[in-house]
């Protein structure tokens, strides 16, 4: 075990464990927010920059600073590391930046974006970004394509994180999608116009941060915060079967994989499970879901009054739940 | 008359082939090094002070000795060849005029690393060189100087050419490794170091083609006598390739510690400024270094005159020194205009970076899209202080120093000629250069 001190917060972590993942031990405000990191993605991280950090002191051996700022989720503590997150100005201020990079490009089209209300960069931009743009200049503009029959690509939205070519390479048989040309001109794509089918394509949806990826049946038919999610299962032969039910009165809007708290997914899931039972009664039905306190979705939800619940849900409930679930406001 | 190790055998009839080669001295050094231990050749390079060529100057026998023999593994030398830095030309040159040098230094260099495969990662636009050197290396094979059992020793090595594909990002040795692999040349964070975990996660040495060309004198003459060469911190000889405003554009090779002024004004290096124009700055050391004005480029802060070495050039940090990075030197006139030479720098990077890390992928074109509204009339004078404060938002955040590249040629252009810009952005918008003609300050004739 080491020792690594993050704002502060003195803790002990295993050897080889990321700065990110000692500060997400402790949670709160010492956790840098990540938008290209992927726990469950190998290789993911490095790449957005946003999760800078300052490493005050090297370790106890050598007690140095480091010159740089440091990607905090790919680079190991070493013992007797002291780091600064949200007490250094200077992580703040490159924070700003960051946003400001990821936005030169990216359409402020929150308003009509599916992703509204599960955005990783709509949250990271609230929190950390400046009020007003500093760049007067036409952004990038794509036309949405298919790319297959579940998934729509609005490559215009998409902040190059690469997180989905990851699940392509690590979750599915053949990738036929990558990024294409270079610099600010990248993009993702297909093979030469290929349709992305496979079981676990649908995955790509849902480590997406923004809405770059998104799914055709769903698309434009409802806002999430408008939406109950339901965690659900049922028996499966290709996936863990475990997911998110997305519920608008009794009609199943959704189906995707259950996030943690840093917007990451452990068990990914099938596209069987995911497109081909929109009926409650495909699944057994566990509870409520519970939803991180500061997204927009628990803004509308767990509230008697907006909640209707279909009648043979309330059935497949236990009480217990049923009882934790009247109490989140 | 400068002393010359690479290039003083450049115009011998025939150099190129391997028998003129050979009854030159060649090869000499894998003769020598063949009868001593590995160790013992990474020692006489570490203490000749050889520092690498291809840009960050990083002391090469020890990044040698950082090489993980531990673990086992197959270790690999690749020669970076990809010269993408504007202004740097030196490395196709002594490709050209000397292949089996750097064949020579490569045999000798892997043997001293314990590899027994080798690549050689050119530019795949040197179409020709790549047949020079593949020649070269079927001539040396056929001798039995590369290949199985090199003269008898027991020792092999295979040199692979490799081409790459005009990408300047595929110089940067891990994007490079990655390119090697067939990937996209894409960065890789760092560490592990190349050294530790490089091509196919051995161990691997990437060096820069001069670098490697240097080491067969080192070895034939010892590491003492090549840190003789030189000053004390830049040992050796250095090529530089000379552009711009000058009578004699070209490469050269030069003993470190050169006055600039005589590099710049001297009738056997660039020969002073075309058509009698006045000095106006120079960027010493490739796109990516910051640019100097007359003033500063002659002489340092304190009015000692600037030497063509790591350390005189760098003298002041980069509030007043720059870097000799790959010795590509671009000269300019009185009527160069520095914003668009650093909005074309700027172009140059924003369609060079490779989009992996946003600073660098949206940065760039931030910049290159203020610069060309500068450049072009439609600036605003806070346009610059933007500018200043996205260079520097880029500057350190990036995964490689492609970043880095990108911002120091436009934090130094306004550092030292922001007159320049302010001039594009207020009435007349027009360019200070082209129009008006410069201040007496700003020049220099010697
Ligand atoms: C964007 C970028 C491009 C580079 N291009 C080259 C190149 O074309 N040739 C080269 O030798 N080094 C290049 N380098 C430096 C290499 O990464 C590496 O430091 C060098 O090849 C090491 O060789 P040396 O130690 O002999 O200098 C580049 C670096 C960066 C960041
Ligand atoms: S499409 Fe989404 S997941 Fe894929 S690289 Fe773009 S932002 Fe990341
Ligand atoms: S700094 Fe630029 S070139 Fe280097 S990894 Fe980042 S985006 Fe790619
Ligand atoms: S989350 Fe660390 S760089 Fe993107």
């Known amino acids: ?329 | 008359m400068s002393m010359k190790i690479l290039l003083d055998k450049v115009g011998v009839a025939g150099i190129e082939t391997l028998p003129v080669y050979r009854a030159h001295g060649g090869y000499s050094a894998v003769e020598k090094v063949l009868k001593m231990a590995p160790a013992d050749v990474v020692e006489e390079v570490k203490k000749s002070g050889l520092r690498g060529r291809g840009g960050a100057g990083f002391p090469t026998g020890m990044k040698w000795s950082f090489i993980d023999k531990k673990s086992g593994r197959p270790r690999y030398l690749v020669v970076n060849a990809d010269e993408s830095e504007p202004g740097t030309f030196k490395d196709r040159y002594l490709m050209e005029k000397m292949p089996h040098l750097l064949i020579e230094g490569i045999v000798a260099s892997s043997y001293a690393l314990e590899a027994n495969l080798s690549f050689i990662y050119v530019r795949g636009e040197f179409r020709w060189i790549i047949a020079i050197l593949e020649k070269a290396i079927a001539e040396a094979k056929e001798a039995g100087l590369v290949g199985k059992n090199i003269m008898g020793s027991g020792y092999n090595l295979e040199i692979v050419v490799q081409t790459g594909a005009g990408a300047y990002i595929c110089g940067e040795e891990t994007a490079l490794i990655e390119s090697l692999e067939g990937k996209r040349g894409n960065p890789r964070l760092k560490p592990p170091f190349p050294a530790v975990s490089g091509l196919y996660g051995n161990p691997t040495v990437v060096n820069n083609v001069e670098s490697i060309a240097a080491v067969p004198w080192i070895v034939n003459n010892s590491g003492e006598s090549y840190a003789k060469i030189g000053t004390p911190k830049s040992a050796g000889t250095k090529l530089i390739s000379a552009c711009g405003n000058i009578n004699y554009p070209g490469v050269y090779e030069i003993e470190l510690g050169l006055p600039v002024e005589e590099f710049i004004f001297s009738p056997s290096y660039c020969g002073g400024i075309k058509d009698g124009k006045r000095l106006k700055a120079v960027v010493a050391g490739g796109s990516s270094v910051p640019i100097l004005p007359a003033g500063l480029i002659l002489k340092t802060a304190n009015g000692e005159p600037r030497l063509m070495s790591y350390e005189s050039l760098s003298d002041g940090g980069f509030l007043t020194g720059t870097m000799l990075g790959s010795g590509g030197f671009i000269v300019y006139d009185e009527d160069q205009c520095i914003v668009r030479n650093t909005w074309n720098f700027t172009r140059f990077y924003h369609h060079e970076s490779c989009g992996q890390c946003s600073p660098c992928r949206e940065g760039t074109g931030w910049m290159e899209r203020i610069l060309h509204n500068i450049e072009y009339g439609h600036g605003k004078l806070s346009d610059i202080d933007l500018l200043w404060d996205v260079q520097r938002k880029i500057e350190g955040n990036t995964i490689c120093p492609l970043g880095d590249a990108a911002a120091w040629p436009v934090a130094a252009a306004i550092r030292h000629f922001r007159d320049e810009f302010e001039w594009h952005v207020r009435e007349p918008k027009e360019c200070l250069v082209r129009n008006y003609g410069l201040p007496e300050a700003t020049v220099a004739t010697v």
């Open chain 1, 1 to 329: 075990m080491i020792k690594v001190t993050i704002d502060g917060i003195a803790l002990e972590v295993e050897e080889g464990t990321t700065i990110m993942n000692a500060a997400r031990r402790i949670g709160g405000d010492v956790v840098p927010p990540a938008m290209c990191y992927y726990t469950s993605l190998k290789g993911s991280g490095g790449k957005c920059r946003a999760c800078l950090v300052k490493v005050a002191q090297g370790s106890a051996k050598d007690p140095r600073p480091m010159p740089k700022l440091v990607a905090s989720c790919c680079t190991p503590v070493q013992d007797g590391m002291v780091v600064l997150n949200s007490t250094s100005p200077e992580v703040l201020e490159t924070r700003r930046s960051i946003v400001e990079f990821l936005l030169v490009n990216h359409p402020l089209d929150c308003p009509i974006c599916d992703q509204a209300g599960e955005c990783e960069l709509q949250n990271f931009a609230f929190e950390h970004g400046l009020q007003k743009t500093r760049s007067e200049f036409h952004r990038r503009e794509f036309d949405p394509i298919d790319i297959g029959p579940h998934i729509k690509l609005h490559m215009t939205r998409c902040i190059l994180c690469y997180r989905c070519t990851q699940v392509a390479d690590q979750l599915t048989d053949e990738r036929v999608h990558g990024v294409l040309w270079r610099g600010e001109a990248s993009e993702i794509s297909t093979y030469i116009q290929k349709a992305v089918e496979n079981d676990f394509s649908g995955n790509m949806i849902d480590v997406c941060p923004v809405g770059a990826l998104t799914d055709r049946h769903f698309r434009f038919r409802n806002r999430v915060w408008f939406l109950n999610p339901m965690d659900a299962h049922r028996h499966c032969t290709k996936c863990s079967g475990k997911v998110v039910l997305w519920l608008r009165g009794e009609e199943v809007y959704r189906v995707t994989a259950r996030k943690d708290q840093y917007d990451e997914v452990k068990d990914f899931i099938c596209n069987e499970c995911r497109w081909e039972h929109f009926e409650t009664k495909d699944w057994v039905v566990e509870g409520p879901r519970t939803v991180e306190k500061w997204s927009v979705i628990t803004a509308n939800k767990y509230t008697k009054e907006t909640v209707e619940l279909p009648d043979q849900l309330y059935s497949k409930l236990d009480n217990t739940k049923w009882d934790a679930f009247e109490g989140v406001t």
